[in-house]
Structures are given as C-alpha cells and as structure tokens.
C-alpha cells in the first residue's frame, strides 16, 4: 500500500516546550506509527515546501486514564521532531502560533 504526505503526517503538536524549538529549527509532529526516518522527511518536504536536516522519532506510551468506574490506557503513538535545515524556509502553520 502506497502512504500519500497526509498519512504520514496526522497532525502537528502544540506544546509550550514544542513551541520553545522552533527558534532551533525543530518542529513536532505526531505520525504513523509505522513510518520510518526517510518517509517522515519527505512527507514534510512535500506537505510544507521545506528541506528536512534531521528526523529524531520516539514512541509515545499511552498515558493511565479514569472516568468514573471504567479505567484504562489511551493507544500508543509516534512524535517526529523534524530539524529544518539552515537554508530552508520556516512552516509558515507554526509561526503564527509564536
């Protein structure tokens, strides 16, 4: 099965600390989590117009939730944080969020 750049990339993640890198160049995203290093940059490539410098990736473990009787744990993902390199233009999406 062939993943387009939109099912790569589900959604980007906006955090104080997420927020603090894009002065770094680094921007957060949540992603598949059967993608790899290589299709995680060329969907950003792709999606913003950008070129990628680096991808660091980590699995997320789903955090212990309550409500009322009921318990359990929300699912498992994947954060990407994606450095830009030097030449590249920024993501206009998260400069208005600065």
Do not use: C
């Not at 959604?11 to 059967?34: A, H």
């Amino acid at each position: 099965m062939i993943k387009t750049a939109q099912d790569i990339i589900i959604k980007p993640i906006i955090t104080e600390r997420s927020m603090e890198n894009i002065g770094f160049r680094k921007y957060t995203f949540k992603v598949n989590k059967d993608a790899n290093k290589f299709e995680i940059a060329k969907a950003v490539e792709e999606l913003f117009g950008v070129k990628v410098a680096k991808v660091n990736t980590m699995n997320v473990k789903g955090h212990y939730k309550r409500q009322g009787r009921s318990e359990g744990y929300t699912s498992d993902w994947k954060k990407a944080i994606v450095t830009l390199t030097e030449s590249s233009k920024s993501i206009e999406f998260f400069e208005g969020m600065v």
